[in-house]
Structure formats: structure tokens, C-alpha cells
């Protein structure tokens, strides 16, 4: 979630100076094209592969529903399949809980009080509970078969378990802006999410691509006793690089050296640029990613060219949000909203994946969970002045998962820009992405206004085009409105697609024999 960055100002500047870089360069102003043309050309391309794909955090809506299921198989048919009206996310971002003290009763949230895996021994030694987080393990096991061999799963870690801690929470420490985990922690801290990713694999079949031991950590958002989840600040610098080297060890002790270590998912992009300068020189040879949220910040570029000069990759790992866009755009405010973040971050960052936070941020149930309430009612999905958090909502009482139009607008982009594909850098108002496997351009445009926008698509560069493009579009509400919904066909004058967006809409063209 977003949390508060503390840097001191003349140290972030001098460290963006030093790196040729200026905090107060807005990336995403870079290459604005108000002119209506969309220039799709492989010359653009991501310098970070193909694109690895789309996905959620499951932290912390699995553990929500996963008592359940069937929310539980509902939930990953629709993010994990990509049959119907399914999303088809193909990444997993798997919480490993560390656990707070259990005589605390301070998280009030049904969905956020993560359970841990050890309990500390006398002589120092731990014990697992392999049983512990049944509810989100429910839910992987469903998505990962729901989704096939494609499915990629990252491990992240809130917190250590509490009694690694300094305040005995795991909430994070009494002074939110100092360090939470012990100093004598490190290597224990490491060792226990290496054991819980080993015991996946060995006893689920569940194997992690990457890992990162620490969420947001330069941040004093994390404070013990708090009423909203697990969190741990980490120093920029000696802390964090301290944690990724023990992470390293951990991971090749347990069998594990394929994993990729990535980091260090700062909750502003600025942030990670600057925390990333500051680690010790083996934390970087060990960290093979970089992990970005984009909730706050934006030199997208620079920390694009940071990642691409020291040769690391780079994930878009967190992101969403609660506020609305577009020009009278009723229930497609939201949607619009959601939309216009992914077109800045992937044009920003060309990232190899984009994952949201929370794909469910809000629960109906008459008993809540755990002692804690829940709403009672749905939310509003056309209020005048702010959005909702997440894609859909779950109904407890019934059994239901409610979508809305920012779920249908997040499916434009999802079903159709797929996991092989190359993301080229597009227009300010799209997403351009290649196929070479299928010889297929997919151009998502979002038209924000509430006018028609003419646009046109010049795929000149391309040896060779089809003839027509495919068109599918989101508009309107959910009662009478159009959700993902195939229109007529477009041709193409020769090379060069012409188009009208609909006013407030997201709109997915496809045109195939593009060579």
C-alpha cells in the first residue's frame, strides 16, 4: 500500500545529480502526443524482454476469501483464467506473513491480519505450523491451475515475524522511522522465508520465481500497533543491502539459487532510484530486479536507464488506487482512472510486468471475520468525487464477486497484450505491444474525454499488415454499457488504421500479419 517516504531532499537530489538524473523530471511528459498518433515501431521496444505479463498481489484479499470455495475457485477463474470475460493475470505476488504477537487484537481489517508460519522455541530454535495460511494457499493452489504453465509466482515479505522484531509487533516499530527488525535477526529473518518457500515447493509443487524480503521499506509508515497490516521500515543503504545479501545466502542454502532476488519495492519511484544507488556493491551483484511501486514519484525513465545500465530487469510490482478521471464519465470513472496508470507506467518504465495491488479491496458480509466488520452494503461505482480501490467486490453472504468497469478496463489491456509479447513505448494515451510468435500488433488507446478523439494508428514501419484490425471496447456502465464488448471490424488504409475513440472509453485494436 502507499506510505510516506523519508529522504532528506539535498540527498535525493544530489544522488539523481551524481547519476545525471533530475527528481523533477516527469517522464511520464515524455514524448506527449496530443496529436492523435499512434506510432507502433519495434525501434521502441522494452530493453527488458518480452513481457512477462499482468498480475495481483494476493496479499491481502486471498486470505479474505480463502475460507471459502467457491469465492476462492470464482476469484481464480476470473484473474487467472482467460476464458470468457477472465482477465487471464498470469503473476502472483504471494505474501509470507510473518505473524504478530497472538495476544494483539490491533488490525482491524478482516483481510489484513496475515498469519506466520514459526513460533519461537525456548532454545531459540522454531517450529512451523504448515497448516498456517490455509485461506491464501487456497486460492494459489485454484489460480495456478486455473492459469496453467504460464502462471509466475513471487514470495514478498510485510514483516518478520514479531519476536524478531524490536517492538515484539509486526506492525513495525515504536519509532516508525527506525528499523523494526533486530539487528542479531538477519540471517534468522532470511532463513525462515527460504524454509517457507522450500516447504511450497517440496509439499505444494509451488515453485518461486523471485523473492523480495522487504515491502515500501524506507518509509515511516510502519509503526507498532497499527490498525492496518504488518510492515518494516528498513535503512536505505547498509539495512537493506544487509537483508538482500542474507536473502541470498538463504536462498542457495535451501536449494533455491534460481530464485530471483529483486527489490526493493519502494512505494515511490524516485525512492527506489535513490535507494538503489545506496546499496553495498555485493547487495547489487545479488539483486538480479529491480521492484518498483509507482504510487508516488516520477522518473519512470530514470530509474528505466538505471536498471538497463547496471544490466537488471525491472517489474512494475504494486499500484492502484482510488480516484477517477475522464469528463462526465460516470461508472468509467474508476476504469479511466486505472487505465491512464497503466499507459504511464508502461510507457514510463517498459516494465516486463505490471501487477496491481489488491484485485479485491472490498468485502459485503453480515459477520465480518475474525471479530472485524465488514461492509454491509455495496460501494458506490459512480460516486461524483472518488473511486474505489480494487476491480471487484466480493459478497460474502452470497457467494458472489461483483465486477465493475474498472475490472472490464483492466481486461483490455490483460486478454490481449499476453505473456511472449514485446511492449513498445506509445503514445501518451496507449499501450502498443508486438507479438512476433503470432505476428500480431494489440494497441490499447484510452480517450478520457467527452468527446470523440480521431486517432490514427501508423504501423508503416512494419514490412507488412493485414488488411482489417479487430476492435474491442469499454464504455458506459455496467447495466446498459459496453464491457469488452467485439464491435464491426476496421479496415486499414494501407498501413495506417483511422479510428474515432468513444468518448470516456478503453479501446483494444488487433491487426494480425504484421511482419
Wanted: charged fraction near 25%; include cysteine; proline fraction near 2%.
Amino acid at each position: 500500500m502507499k506510505a510516506k517516504t523519508i529522504i532528506a531532499a539535498s540527498a535525493l537530489t544530489a544522488i539523481l545529480a551524481a547519476y545525471g538524473f533530475s527528481e523533477n523530471a516527469d517522464s511520464s511528459d515524455a514524448g506527449k502526443d496530443n496529436s492523435g498518433v499512434i506510432v507502433v515501431d519495434k525501434k521502441n521496444a522494452s530493453p527488458f524482454g518480452s513481457f512477462e505479463g499482468w498480475g495481483t498481489s494476493f496479499c491481502w484479499w486471498a486470505n479474505r476469501i480463502g475460507y471459502s470455495d467457491v469465492l476462492s475457485q470464482k476469484a481464480a477463474d476470473l484473474l487467472y483464467s482467460n476464458e470468457g470475460n477472465s482477465l487471464g493475470f498470469n503473476v502472483i505476488r504471494y505474501n509470507i506473513g510473518g505473524g504478530d504477537d497472538p495476544a494483539h487484537h490491533h488490525i482491524t481489517r478482516t483481510d489484513s491480519n496475515m498469519p506466520g508460519y514459526a513460533s519461537l522455541n525456548e532454545d531459540g530454535t522454531l517450529t512451523y505450523d504448515w497448516t498456517a495460511d490455509h485461506n491464501q494457499r487456497n486460492v494459489l493452489l485454484r489460480a495456478l491451475k486455473a492459469g496453467g504453465d504460464d502462471v509466475i509466482v513471487e514470495a514478498f515479505s510485510n514483516s518478520a515475524p514479531y519476536f524478531m522484531t524490536y517492538s515484539g509487533c509486526s506492525s513495525g516499530n515504536v519509532h516508525a522511522e527506525d528499523n523494526n527488525l533486530r539487528d542479531d535477526q538477519y540471517t534468522n529473518f532470511a532463513e525462515y522465508m527460504a524454509t517457507v518457500m522450500e516447504h511450497y515447493k517440496k509439499e505444494w509443487g509451488v515453485t518461486f520465481q523471485s523473492c523480495d524480503p522487504m515491502n515500501e521499506p524506507a518509509t515511516n509508515y510502519w509503526g507498532a500497533n497499527s490498525w492496518k497490516q504488518e510492515g518494516c521500515h528498513f535503512d536505505i543503504g547498509e539495512s537493506q543491502s544487509r537483508m538482500l545479501v542474507e536473502m541470498s545466502k538463504a536462498l542457495k542454502r535451501h536449494g533455491l539459487s534460481k530464485v530471483v532476488l529483486c527489490g526493493t519495492d519502494e512505494t515511490s519511484i524516485d525512492t527506489q532510484t535513490y535507494a538503489f544507488t545506496q546499496l553495498s556493491d555485493e547487495a547489487k551483484k545479488v539483486l538480479k530486479r529491480i521492484d518498483v511501486h509507482t504510487y508516488e514519484g516520477v522518473g519512470r525513465k530514470e530509474l528505466r536507464e538505471l536498471a538497463v545500465a547496471n544490466k537488471k530487469g525491472l517489474w512494475m510490482s504494486e499500484v492502484d488506487g482510488g480516484d477517477r478521471a475522464g469528463e462526465d464519465a460516470g461508472e468509467m470513472g474508476p476504469a479511466l482512472s486505472f487505465a491512464n496508470r497503466i499507459v504511464v507506467d508502461m510507457n514510463g518504465l517498459l516494465p516486463s510486468t505490471w501487477i496491481m495491488w489488491q484485485a479485491i479491496d472490498n468485502h459485503i458480509s453480515a459477520v465480518g471475520m475474525n471479530g472485524n466488520e465488514d461492509r454491509h452494503e455495496m460501494i458506490d461505482l459512480n460516486h461524483p468525487r472518488w473511486g474505489y480501490w480494487g476491480l471487484v467486490v466480493t459478497d460474502h453472504d452470497n457467494e458472489e464477486i461483483i465486477l465493475t468497469k474498472k475490472y472490464f478496463a483492466c481486461a483490455q489491456f490483460s486478454k490481449f497484450i499476453r505473456p511472449g509479447c514485446t511492449i513498445l513505448e506509445s503514445a501518451d494515451f496507449s499501450v502498443s505491444a508486438y507479438d512476433k510468435n503470432k505476428k500480431q500488433v494489440v494497441v490499447v488507446a484510452v480517450n478520457d474525454k467527452k468527446t470523440e478523439k480521431e486517432v490514427k494508428i501508423d504501423l508503416s514501419s512494419f514490412k507488412k499488415t493485414g488488411s482489417t484490425a479487430r476492435v474491442i471496447r469499454t464504455s458506459g456502465s455496467m447495466a446498459d454499457g459496453e464491457n469488452i464488448k467485439e464491435l464491426d471490424p476496421v479496415n486499414l488504409d494501407g498501413k495506417i488504421l483511422n479510428v474515432k475513440l468513444l468518448p470516456n472509453s478503453v479501446t483494444t485494436f488487433i491487426i494480425d500479419n504484421v511482419k
